[in-house]
Antibody, heavy 119, light 112 residues
Framework: QVELVESGGGVVQPGRSLRLSCAAS????????IHWVRQAPGKGLEWLTYISYDGTIEHYADSVTGRFTTSRDNSKKTVYLQINSLRIEDTGVYFCAKDRDAAMDVDYWGQGTLVSVSS | DIVMTQSPLSLPVTPGESASISCRSS???????????LHWYLQRPGQSPQLLIY???NRASGVPDRFSGGGSGTDFTLSISRVEAEDVGVYYC?????????FGGGTRVEIK
């Protein structure tokens, strides 16, 4: 069965960096794009980034462009989210999610990893 | 950016009755070959979101036929017939016509 497992979250001070990982299993990882979506405490869903199946295409929300970078290692079936210059407002649960197909909708989500930015 | 607007914000429903949620986009989500790039998700309390409906009207695998999606262009509706207790949670619409991808603000469905 499809499984996505995020890791790397934690409590971090403003201005620091963090790298999140999303480990995949149960599907042909190298054939699907992966998204990162964030949910601030008690709030709705915010799309952050997308990386294509082969890593050649990346898209970012305006709010994170320049600070967030997504990458992938198909040999390790893992996608990464590098977050630099963390801000208080980056606090939330970070989900990775798998493309269903070329329409870029998501059919499977991980359980999320919590990032808490606090001094 | 495409703005997605959902209504209502909150929807109390009685088990066994039907419910509907509206989602409007600031521009048409219809592509030339007839697909609307609009999708619906349910996030149950304490869980990750799950896909209910993709491309406007297609039920995802395992989703009960009580759920249906309709609409085209800029106006879409998610309908739930015979609401059950397990349907409680927050429903989101999402557009994938263009980046940045955007979600509606969510509609909280609760049992009366």
């Amino acid at each position: 069965q499809v499984e996505l497992v995020e890791s790397g979250g934690g409590v971090v001070q403003p201005g620091r960096s963090l790298r999140l990982s999303c480990a995949a299993s149960g599907f042909t990882f190298s054939s699907y794009g992966i998204h990162w979506v964030r949910q601030a405490p008690g709030k709705g869903l915010e799309w952050l980034t997308y990386i294509s199946y082969d890593g050649t295409i990346e898209h970012y929300a305006d709010s994170v462009t320049g600070r967030f970078t997504t990458s992938r290692d198909n040999s390790k079936k893992t996608v990464y989210l590098q977050i630099n210059s963390l801000r208080i407002e980056d606090t939330g649960v970070y989900f990775c999610a798998k493309d269903r197909d070329a329409a870029m909708d998501v059919d499977y989500w991980g359980q999320g990893t919590l990032v808490s930015v606090s001094s | 950016d495409i703005v997605m607007t959902q209504s209502p914000l909150s929807l109390p429903v009685t088990p066994g009755e039907s419910a509907s949620i509206s989602c409007r986009s600031s521009q048409s989500l219809l592509k030339s070959y007839g697909h609307n790039f609009l999708h619906w998700y349910l996030q149950r309390p304490g869980q990750s979101p799950q896909l209910l409906i993709y491309l406007g009207s297609n039920r995802a695998s395992g989703v009960p036929d009580r759920f249906s999606g309709g609409g085209s262009g800029t106006d879409f509706t998610l309908s739930i017939s015979r609401v059950e207790a397990e349907d409680v949670g927050v429903y989101y619409c999402m557009q994938t016509l263009q980046t940045p991808l955007t979600f509606g603000g969510g509609t909280r469905v609760e049992i009366k």
